[in-house]
Every structure is written in structure tokens, then in C-alpha cells.
């Protein structure tokens, strides 16, 4: 058997009204390569008619595809590091199934590894999501840079290449919650990014509503640094200082001035807001104490029902 040179992983999560338009641009775009390739699909539970149509696909190109058949619904990223898992390319290609990132970029993204650089980020040329996910998307980039230090000009784009050596260390890993192209870059040597074509989505809807995305960065930043923490106690430190300072002020003028009955309110209001930080910083502890509690109980990241691929007979 001829090992593929690249692999192409597809998360596939009930994408039944786009995997044909899908399969028309990927697999000659892949083939115009002249590469030996491989293209993973991995179904994470869909509840349409994508493990069949992945089945059909299978049966028609036995020779390039490979399929993993989630035995449930276990996320993208769970799904990509199973496709991770059974890649055996040189290069692995992630790319969603939704056909907003051109398949026919997988070449930009090849010949920039042939430069040297082991791990190549993507950056959307032009996007054509909602204004809303558009901004918040480019606040939650800052601040993680800020808190991480990890370097993505667009984290939301899942579409990257990474090498061998790349993959072989993600695959030692045995994190419950993660986010790969943050975990990939900390093992990268040499990484780079260049600006790939951004369609509109072909068929369906997002699976990514406001509140995934909240806690995709939550999994982000508490995965990846423990700066909240610490800002965090900094912040308390500050507070109980400033806190002193002004029971020392306040029980002064009560000695000066004598008994006084405004100002109630304004230390309800002081009182409120710090109790608001407070509860902030307890729920920030609690997401920390929640990954630990996840990882410890060391229950598997998902589940395969089947392997569908073509076996070697020698």
C-alpha cells in the first residue's frame, strides 16, 4: 500500500445538503495535487443523512477515503483528533465541511509548508459572517493573545496545515477540552500563516451558537494559561486594600463629623459591584476546578462505532 503524503480531516456534523458539493471541489482539487492523499471524514453524530452519504463516498473512492463513524455527538475538536488519530499523511489538512474555506486553498497552504514552516495558520481574506460574530470574534482574538500569549490573527478559522511531528505530539495528549490550533502552535517550531479564499456558508447553519463560542474561548484561556487567576488575585489584594482605606476613612469622619445618614446607597452600590467581582472570580475558580474535575475522572474523548477504510492485503 501507498502511504498518502497528505491527509485531509472533515469534521462532518449533519451536513447532508453540502457533502456533494463538497466531494465535487475537494477531491479534484486534491487530485490536480499529484500527491498521494488521503481525505478522514469523521461523523460526530449526525442525526441527517451524512453517515450514509460518507458511506456512498467511501464506496466510490475506497482507495483515498477513510471514515469514522461516531458511535454520538462529541464536538468538532474531539472529532478532528480522531481524525488525528488514524491520519498517516506526512501533512494533515484540517478543513470544515461547509465549503466556507475553497478546498482548492489546500495547495496555498502545502506550498507554504514546502518553505520550511511546520505549522500554517490561516487567515480568512474576506469574511462574510454576521457584524456581530465579526467583532466579537476580533475582541475574544485580542484578548486571548493578551492572556495566552499564543499568536492567531483568526482563531475561528479551523482551516491549517501541520506536520508529521506536529500531529504525533497532539496525539499525546490526553486532554479532555482543548483548542488544536492553540495546542499546535505551542508545539510548532516554525509557524506562519498566510490568507485563504472565505466563501459563504454552501448549505445549513452554523453549529456554533453565542454561547459555544463563549465557551470555546472559556476552554481557550483556562486550557492554555492561569493569568485569570492571577489577575484575579491581584485584583482581591487591591480591592482589600482599597476596601481598608476606607473603613479607616469612613470610621474617622464618624469620630470627626459624628453620625451621618447619606451615603447609604453609594455603599450599596460599592458593596453590589465588588460582590459582583467577587462572584466573577469564584465562577473563573470554578471553570479551572471543572477541567480538573474532567480530566481526572480520564473517561474516553469519544466513542467509535466504525472505521470505515480500505484494509491492506499484503
Given at each position: 500500500m501507498t502511504y498518502p503524503v497528505v491527509s485531509v480531516v472533515i469534521p462532518v456534523y449533519n451536513e447532508e445538503e453540502g457533502l456533494a458539493a463538497l466531494f465535487a471541489r475537494l477531491y479534484p482539487a486534491l487530485d490536480a495535487?499529484?500527491?498521494?492523499?488521503?481525505?478522514?471524514f469523521v461523523n460526530d453524530g449526525s442525526r441527517d443523512r451524512s453517515p450514509q452519504i460518507l458511506a456512498d463516498q467511501f464506496h466510490a473512492r475506497p482507495d483515498v477515503t477513510r471514515v469514522v463513524l461516531f458511535d454520538g455527538n462529541f464536538g468538532q475538536h474531539r472529532a478532528i483528533m480522531a481524525g488525528f488519530e488514524h491520519a498517516r499523511g506526512q501533512r494533515i489538512i484540517t478543513l470544515d465541511a461547509d465549503l466556507q474555506n475553497p478546498p482548492e486553498d489546500i495547495k496555498v497552504l502545502l506550498d507554504k509548508m514546502d518553505e520550511g514552516y511546520d505549522y500554517?495558520?490561516?487567515?480568512?481574506?474576506?469574511r462574510n459572517d454576521s457584524l456581530w460574530r465579526h467583532v466579537a470574534s476580533r475582541m475574544m482574538?485580542?484578548?486571548r493573545e493578551r492572556i495566552t500569549r499564543i499568536k492567531m490573527?483568526?482563531?475561528?478559522?479551523?482551516f491549517r496545515a501541520y506536520s508529521r511531528r506536529i500531529i504525533d505530539t497532539i496525539n499525546q495528549c490526553q486532554e479532555m477540552h482543548t483548542f488544536i490550533p492553540a495546542l499546535a502552535y505551542q508545539f510548532a517550531q516554525n509557524p506562519t500563516e498566510v490568507v485563504v479564499?472565505?466563501?459563504?456558508?454552501?448549505?445549513?447553519?452554523?453549529?456554533y451558537s453565542l454561547y459555544s463560542l463563549i465557551r470555546l474561548n472559556f476552554d481557550l484561556m483556562t486550557g492554555f494559561s492561569i493569568v485569570p487567576l492571577q489577575f484575579f488575585s491581584m485584583l482581591g489584594m487591591?480591592?482589600?486594600l482599597l476596601s481598608g482605606i476606607l473603613v479607616i476613612y469612613l470610621a474617622a469622619r464618624r469620630l470627626i463629623i459624628g453620625p451621618?445618614?447619606?451615603g447609604l446607597f453609594t455603599l450599596f452600590g460599592i458593596a453590589f459591584f465588588l460582590i459582583g467581582i467577587a462572584l466573577f472570580g469564584i465562577g473563573m475558580l470554578g471553570e479551572y476546578t471543572g477541567r480538573i474535575y474532567q480530566e481526572v475522572r480520564r473517561r474516553p474523548r469519544y466513542m467509535i462505532a466504525a472505521v470505515l477504510e480500505e484494509r491492506d492485503e499484503t
Open positions: 495535487l499529484g500527491t498521494p492523499y488521503e481525505v478522514i500554517v495558520g490561516s487567515i480568512r481574506r474576506q482574538n485580542n484578548l490573527t483568526d482563531q475561528g478559522c479551523m479564499g472565505h466563501e459563504e456558508r454552501f448549505a445549513g447553519e452554523s453549529k487591591a480591592i482589600s451621618e445618614e447619606g
